[in-house]
């Protein structure tokens, strides 16, 4: 190994601690070959030591299933060995290449491939703008052939202490290397999902491969919160545990902020910040609410075709522009969510499991590669892997619950992402669009919150949403501080309004695309389709009469409506709302039981809205066709029930 002296290593007082080389030994497994400058005072650059509070660095440097990919990158989080109530943020960039491309072969290498990763270790969250400069400075490692040469990395340490600062957390670069556009179109409406599982302080596990995509999503999920992972993750990775553990280090004078604490102990309710709300006069600062479309008292369950969908677009335009030029700190974001025991690790490696299971770990939202986590069903309330969300708790499941507006928010940004997705330029569906928009969405739940309870307005966010996000540290830690901007955004969801025929497609097609009953629906339709190729009876007349009214139903049901009143659902892609559940009901501890069939409450409730307006002819259509599919379908299944029954008698 070249010659460094530890004489001329610069101080440690610039934005990155550590550029470490991390290997895998075939005796030893992962451990560290190299530290500029070196990670234990007074060892040398070269040492295998590791400090008592990163022992199991190496894992997480080079995480499980690397050795599935050539090259990737993974980003962690640490507790700092100096300040209990700070975080260091890792960067990871590991590759394997053949042996004979090596110019010289060290005894330890026994295996056909080597495989090595370069690590810093940050201050600051850049995790994309490092990431960048760490891949070529990687592939340059490698492409030398021989890992003796050491002098590139001094120089990438010394580079970047010279090139990063503070300044760089108010601009884009922050986000550099996170697309939202690719978390919107692979998550579609769940994303408002996620986004409001977060504020909840829940157990959330994501489970996913390969490592840089993983560490990706939930960085991106952390990106639609203002402010978040520039100020937010201070204390991501700290906690002081109950016991000592080795993975963590260990202060033994830590001020009394740094112990976990019940939050009712130090802030004050929700109800603090009622008594400070002014009256009606303040409630719209904005220039008073939107016009006709936003009209003071919609009736959720009234069809309005009076109002188009140029008005909502309108009306809705003028209220985001200006909540979104707020500044966020004065509304009091980012929300405290990582802090008192609160974790957030992009990745996380298996010797860090035990400390997950910690009283003083009040929740943690955490990505894993290896199988273990998936597995250990208590270690987590949520589990998402890859678009799958999987709970086992009903009362989150309908705290998560999407409403009518947030549908139609959701609808909203992923028709605009699918749209401007070939215009890599615009505005609108960009990562900046989206990030406003999101913005906007907290903003105004945080000011409807405010409200007193049983206002109606707490409806359009899900009142058992926003009743638990009351209970939550961060939310009483915001409501105990008096933040002047927050008063200059409307009570009001972004997306309230009159109920349209729109609406009710999107409800019916969400219903039936991703609930338990719509999926009983489709398998009975599927079930009633193979009675028919093997009975081939007079019961097959009647169910392809089932069948063919359905179909028509479904098709008037999802085409662009003749008035233009309306806005066009069809304008999704083919697969702009994806056939599986938004939130599936685990089984494992039997809390999956029979329940009325939603499909069909929800064909009567729209039965029901259509008889209440006899006079539109579009909704007297809709209102004979649904009545024509429900019999229809019905009778299909009792004649196929019984015709079953016949055969098997027979035989």
Request: with cysteine; proline share 6%; glycine share 6%.
């Amino acid at each position: 190994m070249e010659d460094l002296k530890t004489d001329e290593i610069p101080p440690t007082n610039g934005p990155i601690l550590h550029v470490i080389v991390i290997g895998f030994h075939h005796k030893k497994g992962c451990q560290v070959e190299f530290s500029y400058p070196p990670l234990v005072p007074g060892t040398a650059f070269d040492s295998n030591e590791c400090p008592p509070g990163w022992h199991y660095l190496p894992t997480l440097a080079l995480p499980d299933g690397s050795h599935n990919y050539e090259d990737d990158t993974v980003y962690f989080h640490l507790p700092s060995l100096k300040n209990s109530r700070e975080t260091i943020f890792g960067v990871s960039c590991f590759r394997q290449i053949p042996v004979e491309k090596l110019k010289n072969r060290t005894p330890d290498i026994t295996r056909g491939t080597v495989q090595k990763s370069v690590c810093v270790l940050s201050r600051l969250p850049l995790f994309g703008h490092i990431q960048v400069k760490m891949a070529l400075i990687t592939h340059a490692y490698f492409d030398e052939g021989d890992f003796s040469k050491v002098s590139l990395l001094e120089d990438t340490y010394k580079n970047l202490n010279s090139c990063l600062s503070e300044d760089l957390l108010v601009s884009i670069q922050v986000f550099e290397g996170l697309s939202l556009r690719e978390f919107i179109l692979q998550f579609k409406h769940k994303a408002v999902l996620l986004f409001k599982l977060l504020l909840l302080e829940k157990r959330v596990i994501f489970f996913k491969s390969p490592v840089q995509q993983l560490c990706a999503t939930i960085l991106s999920i952390l990106s639609l919160h203002p402010g978040m992972i520039e100020k937010g993750l201070k204390e991501s990775a700290c906690v002081k545990t109950s016991r000592p553990m080795s993975p963590l280090p260990n202060f033994t004078n830590d001020s009394p902020a740094t112990t976990p604490e019940s939050p009712e102990k130090s802030f004050p309710t929700a109800a603090t910040s009622k008594a400070r709300l002014p009256h009606s006069s303040s409630l719209n600062s904005l220039g008073g609410r939107p016009g006709s479309a936003f009209s003071e008292e919609p009736s959720a369950g009234q069809i309005d075709p009076s109002v188009s969908a140029d008005e909502m677009e309108t009306a809705r335009s003028s209220v985001t522009s200006a909540v979104a030029q707020i500044d966020s700190q004065s509304c009091g974001l980012p929300m405290s969510i990582f802090t008192k025991g609160y974790l957030c690790h992009p990745y996380l490696s298996l010797p860090y499991m035990d400390m997950l299971t910690d009283v003083n770990v009040r929740g943690y939202i955490i990505g894993a590669t290896n199988v273990l986590f998936k597995q250990k069903n208590q270690l987590a309330d949520v589990l998402v892997e890859e678009t799958r969300i999987e709970t086992s708790d009903p009362d989150l499941r309908r705290q998560l619950h999407l409403t009518t507006e947030d549908l139609r928010f959701a609808d909203y940004v992923v028709k605009h992402v699918t749209e401007d997705v070939l215009d890599g330029a615009a505005w609108e569906g960009g990562d900046e669009w989206i990030r406003a928009q999101f913005k906007v969405y907290l903003l105004c739940m945080l000011r409807t919150s405010m409200l007193n309870d049983g206002n109606r307005e707490l409806d359009y966010f899900n009142v058992s949403f926003i009743n638990a996000w009351k209970d939550t540290y961060n939310y009483k830690y915001w409501a105990g501080k008096e933040y002047d901007g927050i008063l200059d955004v409307p009570p009001r969801h972004p997306f309230a309004g009159q109920l349209s025929m729109a609406d009710m497609k999107l409800r019916l097609s969400h219903t039936m695309q991703n609930t338990e009953g719509g999926r009983k629906l489709n398998q009975a339709m599927m079930n009633t389709g193979r009675a028919v190729a093997h009975t081939g009876k007079a019961v097959g007349g009647a169910i392809s009469q089932a069948k063919g009214a359905f179909s028509s139903w479904w098709t008037n049901m999802t085409s662009q409506p003749n008035n233009g009143q309306t806005e066009k659902i069809d304008e999704l892609p083919e697969d702009g709302l994806e056939a599986e559940p938004e939130l599936i009901l685990s089984e494992e501890k039997g809390e999956n039981k029979e329940k009325k069939d939603e499909s069909w409450v929800t064909l009567e409730q729209m039965r029901k809205n259509a008889r209440k307006n006899k006079n539109n002819a579009e909704n007297s259509k809709v209102e004979m066709d649904i009545a024509v599919t429900t019999d229809c379908i019905k009778a299909a299944e009792e004649n196929g029930n019984k015709e079953a029954a016949q055969n098997d008698e027979k035989r």
